[in-house]
């Protein structure tokens, strides 16, 4: 089954503990993007890569890193989290080539205390 | 920068009314314009897209089309159900690039 896979679901830490959030998709795609989810603001792009070993940075890169190392995985680090970064956050793939439609994860709700 | 607005919600329906649901859009160049739907404690998934002036993008009973001339992508179908129920995003991806805007989101309710 084609699918995008994140863990955790669900993360409550402390301000300052660094965190990964893991993201894998199955289908392949060249492009996987980290999105945050906030109540009236929709969603907002933090980084985006085109394939391995190229990143770049979206709307709302501060206090976030990512790396590309394998096709597959997309991992999202927060080195210092602060309490302005509990969100819920959506990673998705897509391919260069059909038009980009995404294919998104089911989310990972972080809390940061 | 680019940019997509869409009418604030909630919009509230019963079963079987017309829906619209408006987007617009500010980008330079020639973006891809998509309709995304997130039901309830899920993640979104495409409902559907256009890739160029004029098309329409249709599914599952909604359609959109894609005006350049007035920068937009309005949601449309005919009779909702209950089971539309759901938040819906408008979203561009601009020519050549990689960056996606998405809107703030409509929440529709729909009352049987």
């Known amino acids: 089954e084609a699918q995008v896979t994140q863990n955790p679901r669900y993360l409550i830490t402390v301000t300052g503990k660094k965190l990964t959030v893991t993201c894998s998709q199955n289908?392949?795609?060249?492009?996987m993007s980290w999105y945050r989810q906030d109540p009236g603001l929709g969603l907002r792009q933090i980084y985006y890569?085109?394939?391995?070993?190229?990143?770049d940075k979206g709307d709302v890169p501060e206090g976030y890193k990512v790396s590309r190392k394998e096709k597959r995985n997309f991992p999202l680090i927060l080195e210092s989290p602060s309490p302005n970064q509990t969100s819920l956050y959506f990673c998705?793939?897509?391919?260069?080539?059909?038009?980009?439609?995404?294919?998104f994860g089911p989310g990972t709700r972080l809390t940061v205390t | 920068g680019d940019s997509v607005t869409q009418m604030e919600g909630p919009v509230t329906l019963s079963e079987e009314a017309f829906l619209t649901i408006n987007c617009t859009y500010t980008?330079?160049?020639?973006?891809?314009l998509f309709w995304y739907v997130q039901y309830p404690g899920e993640g979104l998934q495409l409902l559907l897209k256009?890739?160029?002036?004029?098309d329409k993008g249709s599914n599952k009973g909604f359609e959109a089309t894609y005006r350049k001339e007035t920068t937009s992508f309005h949601l449309e179908k005919g009779s909702v159900q209950v089971s539309d129920s759901a938040v819906y995003f408008c979203?561009?991806?601009?020519?050549?690039?990689?960056?996606?805007?998405f809107g703030a989101g409509t929440r529709l309710f729909v009352k049987a």
């Open positions: 998705a793939s897509s391919s260069v080539r059909d038009g980009r439609e995404q294919y």
């Open positions: 289908m392949n795609h060249e492009y």
């Open positions: 890569s085109m394939n391995v070993e190229v990143t």
């Open positions: 980008a330079t160049g020639y973006p891809s």
């Open positions: 256009a890739t160029k002036a004029d």
């Open positions: 979203a561009l991806i601009n020519t050549g690039g990689f960056k996606t805007i």
